[in-house]
């Protein structure tokens, strides 16, 4: 299996702009998470999904993030309209469920630059 | 909800010794304790993980102990090497395998020559 996919890999965009991340999980996993890292506020649980529904999304930070999960191989999570503090690293990680649900893999993340 | 507190933010080893980092959560429920590893510009990925049921587990140079009387869990790096510099983030998840985890801050920790 090639990993969580994300894309794009870098993102660089002007304040105001709509951002839209990509992740597609590992084939076969059953809950998907986005998290936002950056140097002041480590590494935050955005929203996750189970079977394709959110089950927590009190870590969005406001109305301007949204994700969703149309189906088991693909994830977006967007920002509307994106802000300079919004530049951070985002990442997504997906779990199989079962006797080792709980480990997490990440994709590479997407460095997203707001000018 | 769930609370993880990470320590030292940033801890500087000389190479060959051992390296100790510590971790306290709040939720009495929760039962499953992984750290992850950083490397600069990389994604975390797991090195190792405990669960409830046992106190201590060990991999090679790297061990995890839990004392959940206590609500607090560590990871030990012994023989530190170069490539031992890294982000380690401890984490806390809940009984249910489809649970969020929740991380800590991370160490920054480096291998000095």
């Known amino acids: 299996d090639a990993g969580v996919i994300q894309s794009p890999r870098h993102e660089v965009t002007e304040m105001g702009q709509e951002v839209t991340l990509r992740c597609k999980p590992i084939s076969g996993h059953n809950s998907l998470f986005w998290y936002r890292q950056t140097m002041m506020r480590g590494l935050e649980l955005l929203i996750y999904?189970?079977?394709?529904?959110?089950?927590?999304d009190s870590g969005m930070p406001e109305d301007r993030f949204s994700a969703k999960m149309p189906n088991a191989s693909f994830s977006t999570l967007k920002i509307q309209p994106s802000e300079p503090r919004d530049s951070a690293v985002y990442f997504c990680?997906?779990?199989?469920?079962?006797?080792?649900?709980?480990?997490?893999?990440f994709g590479a993340g997407t460095r997203l630059s707001v000018l | 909800g769930e609370n993880v507190e990470q320590h030292p933010s940033t801890l500087s080893v000389q190479e060959g010794d051992s390296a100790v980092i510590k971790c306290t959560y709040s939720?009495?429920?929760?039962?499953?304790f992984p750290w992850y590893k950083q490397e600069l510009g990389k994604r975390p990925q797991l090195i190792i993980d405990i669960r409830s049921n046992v106190g201590e587990k060990k991999d090679q140079r790297i061990a995890v102990t839990l004392n959940k009387t206590a609500k607090h869990f560590s990871l030990h790096i012994t023989e530190t090497q170069p490539e031992d510099s890294a982000v380690y983030f401890c984490a806390a998840s809940g009984r249910n395998r489809d649970d969020k985890i929740i991380f800590g801050k991370g160490t920054r920790l480096h291998i000095l020559p």
């Open positions: 999904f189970n079977n394709n529904v959110p089950i927590d």
């Open positions: 939720d009495s429920a929760s039962n499953y």
């Open positions: 990680a997906s779990t199989a469920g079962g006797l080792r649900g709980n480990i997490q893999y």
